[in-house]
């Protein structure tokens, strides 16, 4: 079974832009969560999608948003960028149903840098 | 918002040893899972180990194992005759059993195996 994969792997960026990043969970897991992780601030939860629907909601502002489509596949888009933004933009998938379905697989992240 | 403190920002073993990581956390709920998650430098997180709050049996797999006090909220993990690939950052992580599928993560270990 593919695991979670995440596009583009690498995103360069000027401040003021916008920019959406992809995550295609495992097959057959419904839930997508969406993590910032930073040297200073380790890793930091932005949101859930289960069912096309936000769950959960981390502490970020409003420019941080995502969406789920019915095929499970999450996108995450940050307008207005600014240069604390740019980051290690993780995506981890969980099956939400039966047994050890509370564990989350982790993508290979996308790195966004802002200059 | 459960907190999870990881005490010990680097550690270092030699190969073939053996080595503790710590992990403490602060919750007030009884429904919760526990996880290490391994993240070798420039590589995917991975998933360790996890365990289940309402098991009293600490969780193994192969070399590593969890050292689970429910009452003192305390989860290490020690890792058995320390290979060179075990080099990475060691995140533990915290999920609730009632509150959806939000994460806590610690700040991280980083474990240098010494050849």
């Known amino acids: 079974k593919a695991g979670v994969t995440q596009t583009p792997r690498y995103l360069i960026k000027t401040r003021g832009q916008q920019v959406t990043l992809s995550c295609s969970p495992i097959?057959?897991?419904?839930?997508v969560s969406w993590y910032q992780q930073t040297p200073g601030q380790g890793l930091q939860f932005l949101f859930e999608?289960?069912?096309?629907?936000?769950?959960n909601k981390g502490n970020f502002p409003g420019r941080f948003s995502g969406r789920q489509f019915s095929n499970s596949r999450s996108e995450m888009n940050v307008s207005t960028l600014e240069l604390g933004d740019s980051a290690l933009y993780l995506c981890?998938?969980?099956?939400?149903?039966?047994?050890?379905?509370?564990?989350?697989?982790f993508g290979p992240g996308t790195r966004l840098t802002v200059l | 918002a459960q907190t999870v403190t990881q005490s010990q920002p680097e550690m270092s073993v030699q190969e073939a040893e053996t080595v503790t990581l710590s992990c403490t956390y602060d919750?007030?709920?009884?429904?919760?899972?526990l996880f290490w998650y391994k993240q070798p430098p420039s590589r995917q997180m991975i998933l360790v180990i996890r365990q289940e709050a309402y098991k009293q049996q600490n969780a193994t797999e192969n070399r590593f194992s969890v050292n689970f006090q429910k009452a003192a909220k305390s989860f290490s993990l020690k890792i058995s005759d320390s290979q060179l690939g075990d080099a990475a950052m060691y995140f533990c992580a915290y999920r609730s059993g009632n509150t959806g599928n939000q994460f806590y993560f610690g700040t991280g270990t980083s474990l240098t195996v010494i050849p």
């Open positions: 999608y289960f069912s096309e629907t936000q769950r």
């Open positions: 981890a998938s969980s099956f939400i149903q039966g047994e050890g379905t509370d564990t989350q697989y």
């Open positions: 919750t007030s709920e009884s429904d919760y899972y």
């Open positions: 097959s057959g897991h419904r839930s």
